[in-house]
């Protein structure tokens, strides 16, 4: 029961750090990026081809890039790297052209392309097979299996503290302001003279940093990865997962991703089968529709609104003078939160 409990921090608070990377893409600078996962998986590889060294069987067997043996720390540093460097080609090629929709839809090609590629071309990451082997990390060769999950847990969480105070600082500055008027109205915002294509970007690479550091620290975790391990549903879910706890909020993020996708991972076990084991994947997707239309038909803004973010503040008069973030200079600030009695309307 203990290893359970724990196996179940660990993996929850992997996926956070993700969803924390996604929220500020999708949440605060409002871009769809249904391809997150693919971030993931090159933080998982190069984390993994970064530390394996020379693989202990023949090349027929196993073969892949690199073949380094570097230091963990250096390797998840690295994976994050990595990641925010494909993250930047891809949101030059694609940002600076595409915005809504159809930035959804190229974020999803791109997808597949990546995913072609390590499948079908060996060489570069053991194809289909994946890798296996991947060392771990700290003592776990030696330690307990629940000693190495709380080891591992422990990693995460200092990695999700660092990802959550630096959304924050964004999140407060005047930089944070202007994503927040991007996501609302990009043509507006531009027309008072902000960034917006180059804040778009900075926002896309940080969120896909922390993609591979998520990514990193998950395959150190399962010491193993596949190309079965990035399908899009799993982007998909960890879009449902900031939904229903919040976009735009960081806590919501962080909530979403325990409550929704562990959660939902264990209720999935004791979906019916009816005899037939491909039910629970059909099952599980049926699930997470069902939780998605109820939460936003009652809760539209997530468990835990933007709006309730001690620093979100909005010109007084209801938003008057400018886009959402911006404050017309010497205008009286105020919070915005549930109107009190006399104060209808002013939300």
């Known amino acids: 029961m203990l290893y359970f409990i724990a196996d179940l921090l660990a993996l929850g608070a992997i996926n956070a750090i993700m969803a924390v990377g996604l929220n500020l893409q999708y949440g605060q600078a409002g871009i769809l990026n249904f391809t997150y996962y693919t971030f993931v998986a090159i933080g998982a590889y190069v984390g993994a081809v970064t530390t394996m060294g020379h693989p202990p069987v023949p090349a027929s067997e196993e073969t892949f890039i690199l073949q380094w043996s570097l230091p963990w720390p250096v390797a998840l540093l690295l994976a994050g790297v990595v990641a925010g460097v494909l993250g930047l080609f891809m949101v030059l090629v694609v940002i600076r052209r595409l915005r809504s929709d159809y930035l959804a839809i190229v974020t999803v090609s791109l997808g597949f392309i990546v995913w072609d590629l390590i499948t079908n071309y060996v060489p570069l990451f053991n194809g289909a097979n994946g890798l296996f082997n991947v060392p771990y990390i700290l003592n776990g060769a030696t330690a307990s299996e629940i000693t190495y999950t709380l080891e591992v847990f422990g990693v995460a969480m200092v990695v999700l503290a660092v990802c959550v105070w630096v959304v924050r600082s964004i999140f407060r500055s005047p930089y944070g302001r202007v994503l927040r008027a991007i996501r609302e109205d990009d043509v507006v915002a531009a027309s008072f003279g902000k960034a917006t294509t180059s804040s778009r970007v900075w926002a896309f690479v940080l969120g896909c940093v922390m993609a ?134 002013e939300i």
């Not at 806590?251 to 409550?259: E, I, Q």
């Not at 209720?267 to 019916?272: A, D, G, K, N, V």
């Not at 039910?279 to 038909?297: N, W």
Request: charged share 15%; hydrophobic share 50%; aromatic share 12%.
């Open 212 to 345: 591979g550091l998520a990514g990193a620290l998950l395959v150190f975790y399962v010491n193993a990865w596949n190309p079965q391990g990035f399908l899009a549903e799993e982007s998909f879910i960890l879009m449902a997962a900031i939904v229903i706890g919040g976009p735009g909020n960081y806590w919501g993020a962080v909530l979403g991703t325990f409550v929704f996708v562990e959660l939902l991972s264990e209720i999935e076990r004791y979906l019916p089968n009816f005899g037939n084991g491909a039910l629970v994947g059909a099952g599980r997707a049926v699930l997470i529709g069902i939780v998605l239309i109820v939460v936003i038909r009652f809760r539209p803004d997530g468990l835990i609104p933007e709006r309730w973010l001690r620093w979100y503040r909005v010109p007084a008069g209801g938003g008057q003078g400018g886009p959402a973030g911006f404050q017309s200079p010497g205008a009286p600030r105020r919070r915005l939160g549930w109107p009190r009695v006399g104060q209808r309307g």
